[in-house]
């Protein structure tokens, strides 16, 4: 299970440190983890808004649904990191209701990182995050 969700991590690190880059947000200047010189720190803090709905919930999902999940020499087999990959973009790529609007979870991260820029920037005086709904 750990192999299954620090790889589906890695997916949605990609995501993230791709949506502060475009909010044009440094991914090393973190505001809750301590900064570690070359580590994506900032990337690291969004991530944990994201994490339960857009790789937990899918791997425990998988589990549930009793998916064949094999490793091989400690490490996920290729079926596994398929069937990973393709649950969690499915996941990313989901519609649903946010502020008031249909948009996909992809979406959601990008405006997120957009709403944090505007923020720090005083564009907007609060930040509302992301709530994920059960």
């Keep these: 299970m750990n192999s299954m969700l620090n790889y589906g991590y890695a997916i949605l690190y990609a995501r993230v440190w791709q949506a502060l880059l475009s909010a044009k947000l440094n991914p090393s200047i973190s505001v809750f983890h301590a900064r570690q010189p070359g580590k994506p720190t900032f990337v690291y803090d969004l991530i944990e808004i994201f994490r339960s709905q857009a790789v937990d919930r ?3 999902g998988l589990i549930q649904k009793k998916e064949p999940l094999n490793m091989d020499k400690n490490l996920l087999d290729n079926e596994t ?3 990973l990959i393709q649950n969690i973009l499915e996941r990313l790529n989901r519609y649903e209701k946010f502020r008031t609007e249909e948009m996909k ?3 959601i991260i990008q405006l997120q990182a957009k ?3 505007e923020f720090i920037t005083e564009q907007k005086k609060t930040f509302k995050p992301y709530i994920a709904k059960w």
């Design 58 to 60: 899918v791997v425990i």
């Design 81 to 83: 990191k398929k069937l």
């Design 105 to 107: 979870f992809a979406k």
């Design 115 to 117: 709403d944090i820029a």
